[in-house]
């Protein structure tokens, strides 16, 4: 089984009084993640469904990475922000026949969840980085192998 952790892309500040859950990305961020669809492209990157948090900065990268490689992203309340490995199995069991599971959220959550199935010290997930782990069984904490990490300055200028 695979899979794929994506943080959402660059969102707009807080600061300017919206409600959290609205905040959409910026339009650096809608570029950064549109440059990375080639990439994901090339990695021949098919999920066979791509999960996200109902928050719309997640919602527009899984759209965004749906533009790119195909497929349509399903809300999964249980991805919003604190959300847990436990809260995206859940998530995940509601797709039984998946074998490539994308997963859209936010931080520190998918770093977490990423520790804790591979067994990482820590992983650093920076906003539009993509995460694949690969299990040979179903995914549990500790069984899972880091595949490969793409950090977002592969695909921008890094700024």
Known sequence: MILYFLRHG??????????DDDRPLTEAGIAALRAAGPLWRRLNLRPDVVLTSPLARARQTAD???EAVGGRPVIADGLRPGASWGNMARAMAAHADARRVLFVGHEPDLSSAVTELSGAGSVRIRKGSLVCLEFYGIPEAGAGEVAWLLDPDLYTDGG
């Open 10 to 19: 660059d969102a707009g500040s807080t600061a300017s009084g919206m409600a």
């Open 64 to 66: 965004l990475l749906c």
